[in-house]
């Protein structure tokens, strides 16, 4: 299939050249955060690769110096603004945690296999995200972290799960308690991701993996990965309703209402202070 470009947004660049499609995020100046919308539209981009014909292989990435940076802030302030605290946990409850394990199960589940290119800094979501592809391959400048439990909560979009089955459960306990960094070296060393490539090498290296594993049919691979991940594909849908659910109780509760309502308030004083310097 000759180089094209399918889509082009503001936040989302889709493209397939030689029968490897890509999902690039597209937020360089929001650390390729997600907003409901935005993680919507990354998974269904993925899923609508996986039913283009010539297409045997996607893979996921982002723009500049980072992966994906998890939620947007920015989005989850407007709605604070807006609504108050209790729109914004509802918001979290109703919308936010729900659309990003909807894009989790479209990646767990794509038919192609789906290379997550890690080309920056991955946390929370942003880390979640590739946790659910086939392969992962990093940036030597890329850093790790499931910073959840900064916000008091668990790994919503499947970390709690899928992390341990990587790397062990002694090592992704203690990322997912203390959410520390690991940098590019460790999670090669743990198991994290396969290749660590240096940064320009990176798109280069990850097109050619996916092509490698469009070695035979189609649905010679779907059918092998979907028996592969039978077992763990329902221990996952069950992992992130009870992520989904431990979450919606613990914003409930006073101290994490008040690690997020912090968060609000330092982006709150730091937009003041970029306006005030304007």
Same mark, same amino acid.
């Given at each position: ?12 660049? *889709? @493209? ?36 283009? @014909?010539? *297409?045997?292989?996607?893979? &996921?990435?982002?723009?500049?110096? #980072? ?15 807006? @609504? ?16 990003? +394990?909807?894009?989790?199960? &479209? ?7 789906? *290379? ?24 030597? +400048?890329?850093?790790?972290? %499931?910073?959840? !439990? ?29 959410? %520390? ?26 097109? %050619?993996?996916?092509? +490698?594993?469009?070695?035979?049919? #189609? ?14 594909? #329902? ?6 309703? %009870? ?16 690690? #997020?309502?912090? !968060? ?15």
């Amino acid at each position: 299939m000759a180089d094209a470009v399918i889509e082009s947004t503001d936040d989302i660049v *889709i @493209d397939t050249v030689d029968g490897v499609g890509t999902v690039r995020l597209n937020r360089p100046d929001r650390g390729n955060s997600v907003t409901p919308d935005v993680v919507t539209r990354m998974g269904d981009a993925v899923a609508d690769l996986a039913e283009t @014909d010539g *297409i045997g292989a996607v893979v &996921l990435t982002g723009t500049g110096k #980072v992966f994906c940076a998890g939620a947007d802030v920015k989005d989850m302030y407007a709605v604070y603004s807006a @609504d108050g605290a209790d729109g914004l946990m509802n918001y979290l409850a109703v919308t936010w945690m729900p659309a990003v +394990q909807r894009t989790v199960r &479209l990646l767990w589940n794509n038919p192609v296999p789906v *290379i997550a290119a890690y080309n920056g800094h991955a946390t929370a979501g942003g880390l979640d995200f590739g946790l659910s592809c086939d392969v992962r391959l990093a940036a030597s +400048q890329a850093r790790f972290a %499931e910073s959840y !439990v900064n916000l008091g909560m668990v790994p919503v979009a499947g970390g709690a799960y899928l992390l341990p089955k990587l790397i062990g459960l002694e090592k992704a306990s203690r990322m997912i308690a203390t959410g %520390e960094f690991i940098d590019a070296e460790q999670a090669l060393a743990a198991g994290m991701v396969s290749e660590v490539c240096d940064t320009e090498d990176l798109a280069r290296r990850a097109a %050619e993996v996916a092509r +490698q594993m469009t070695h035979g049919p #189609v649905a010679t691979y779907a059918n092998a990965k979907r028996i592969a991940r039978a077992a763990a594909t #329902v221990e996952l849908d069950a992992a992130l309703k %009870e992520s989904l659910a431990a979450n919606i109780a613990l914003i409930a509760r006073p101290e994490v209402r008040s690690l #997020v309502l912090d !968060v609000m308030e330092r982006y709150s004083l730091a937009k003041a202070s970029r306006a005030g310097r304007d």
